[in-house]
């Protein structure tokens, strides 16, 4: 796996930042669907990150439609996907990102009712902000 201090921001797969821009956007679905395509083609080292970063989006995709029961099976798996890349892999800052990921499906975790009602809580939604951060698009 590449050191994240040897990253050069115009490193970054356009895939995986269209990604991102779609999740702090909420919008888990489409980010799932970017991700995918990348982690479709995509055969190197960060193979796994990727598959983790898609079972998140789908976690809070599912949490967001009421799918309490996917969004429950989902949450387990990301940890496994994204720890052996922690702390930091691709300029996320990991440690953070699960925490801020636990923490927004805290209730979903603990819940053993798959049909009971549980608020998404907008204040709690993760977003992935990475450092260093992409090269800014030339004008």
């Not at 983790?52 to 799918?67: E, K, M, S, T, W």
Request: net charge negative; proline share 9%; glycine share 8%.
């Amino acid at each position: 796996m590449p050191a994240d201090e040897a990253l050069d921001p115009a490193d970054y797969e356009p895939l995986y930042l269209a990604g991102i821009d779609k999740f702090n956007e909420c919008d888990y679905y489409e980010s799932h669907e970017l991700w995918e395509e990348l982690w479709t083609e995509y055969r190197g080292p960060s193979r796994k990150f990727y598959q983790g970063l898609i079972q998140a989006a789908v976690a809070l995709y599912h949490f967001g439609n009421g799918n309490i029961r996917g969004a429950r099976k989902l949450h387990g798996s990301v940890h496994g996907y994204l720890e052996p890349f922690a702390p930091r892999h691709l300029g996320l800052d990991l440690t953070a990102f699960l925490g801020a990921f636990d923490a927004c499906l805290k209730e979903v975790a603990a819940s053993t009712d798959d049909t009971g009602p549980i608020e998404l809580d907008p204040e709690l939604l993760p977003e992935i902000h990475l450092d260093p951060p992409p090269a800014a698009a030339s004008a």
